[in-house]
């Protein structure tokens, strides 16, 4: 199994940019996927997440990031993405996309597994 974020950068507040989380090695269609960030000095937190096949179209979304990112995917492609819009500082960590156990989004991270490498995502004001 595995999950490839790409897509990060450095960009000005205001900006936007899109994540792209690749998987290989598993039913990709049929799990949740789901990104997280790292900040310095701070715990991984859920961002967002998307259900598969199954799931429904379910969503979860962190209040921090509600209206301004959307999550979504292209099984055909093995790929999610994730759009980011009106980009702020606090932004500013390491994304990360992992699968869940489930088909369902999720927010626990405690619910994922095969965190995929991160890719840095960087705000300046």
């Known amino acids: 199994v595995q999950l490839q974020a790409s897509g990060g950068g450095l960009v000005q507040a205001g900006d936007s940019l899109r994540l792209s989380c690749t998987g290989s090695?598993?039913?990709?269609?049929?799990?949740?996927i789901g990104w997280a960030r790292q900040a310095p000095g701070k715990e991984r937190e859920a961002v967002a997440c998307l259900g598969g096949t199954r799931g429904g179209g379910s969503t979860f979304y962190a209040d921090s990031v509600k209206g301004r990112f959307t999550i979504s995917r292209d099984n055909a492609k093995n790929t999610v993405y994730l759009q980011m819009n009106d980009l702020k500082p606090e932004d500013t960590a390491i994304y990360f996309c992992?699968?869940?156990?489930?088909?369902?989004?999720?927010?626990?991270?405690?619910?994922?597994?095969?965190w995929g490498r991160g890719t840095q995502v960087t705000v300046s004001s």
């Open positions: 090695g598993f039913d990709f269609a049929d799990h949740a």
């Open positions: 992992a699968k869940s156990y489930f088909g369902v989004a999720v927010e626990s991270l405690k619910l994922y597994e095969d």
